[in-house]
């Protein structure tokens, strides 16, 4: 009896063990859980739409050469100052020729023109009628001479007689001047003037320096412009 009901109670746990095992098959997915798959995000495209047209590259810019520093214009030579002294000039002071003239009011007109094309060559002192004129330095009277142009002239020469000094357009001449005579510096020799072909109007002493050739010709030599060296000139008493 007892082995029976052995064989019973073995015979249903088998069954019931068959029946498990084909339920399980048949809901095997459904009763073993699964883990879930991660999803992978993919980085997104970097790449343009179709559509948009990439703007095209533009090449560095490369500067142009350097145009080589041109050469440095050759110096143009400067004249010299109106106030510096000639070459050549009389290397002892004058004296200014006209009484209460001051350096500071003198006119270089040297270069400038008379009659059209002749440069002057000579300053033109202004000063009333009958002004003293005296001598700019030490010398001898070479010639008293009255010209269609100059009027009353005064020709001297320095004691080296390298140069020569000219006095034009006289009223008169001083008491006492000759040809010859030796004059000191600041001797009176004549007076303002207009005569030759000044401007009555305009009275002026037309002062003049030449340096002479080896003939020693009172009427010609090399003009020097008195300008500069009556800037510095005194003034006689």
Do not use: C
């Not at 009027?151 to 004691?159: E, H, I, K, R, S």
């Amino acid at each position: 009896m007892i082995a029976r009901l052995w064989f019973f109670v073995a015979g249903v746990l088998v069954g019931a063990a068959a029946v498990t095992f084909f339920v399980m098959r048949y809901y095997d997915v459904r009763l073993v859980p699964t883990r879930p798959v991660p999803v992978v995000a993919t980085a997104p495209t970097t790449s343009p739409p179709s559509s948009i047209v990439a703007p095209p590259r533009t090449p560095s810019a490369t500067p142009p050469p350097s145009a080589p520093n041109p050469a440095p214009a050759p110096a143009t030579p400067v004249p010299p100052p109106a106030t510096s002294v000639p070459a050549g000039a009389p290397a002892s002071a004058l004296l200014m020729p006209v009484q209460g003239v001051q350096p500071s009011e003198l006119v270089d007109t040297f270069n400038q023109t008379r009659g059209g094309t002749r440069i002057h060559e000579a300053l033109d002192i202004m000063a009333p009628r009958g002004r003293e004129v005296v001598a700019v330095s030490d010398g001898k009277v070479v010639k008293l001479f009255n010209s269609k142009q100059g009027g009353l002239t005064v020709y001297q020469f320095d004691p080296s007689e390298r140069y020569a000094y000219y006095y034009a357009h006289l009223d008169r001449y001083a008491a006492g001047l000759t040809e010859g005579k030796t004059l000191k510096r600041g001797e009176l020799i004549g007076y303002v003037g207009s005569t030759g072909n000044a401007n009555p109007d305009a009275p002026h002493l037309h002062f003049a320096i030449f340096e002479l050739g080896p003939e020693k010709r009172w009427w010609e030599g090399r003009p020097i412009n008195p300008y500069p060296l009556l800037r510095g000139a005194a003034v006689p008493n």
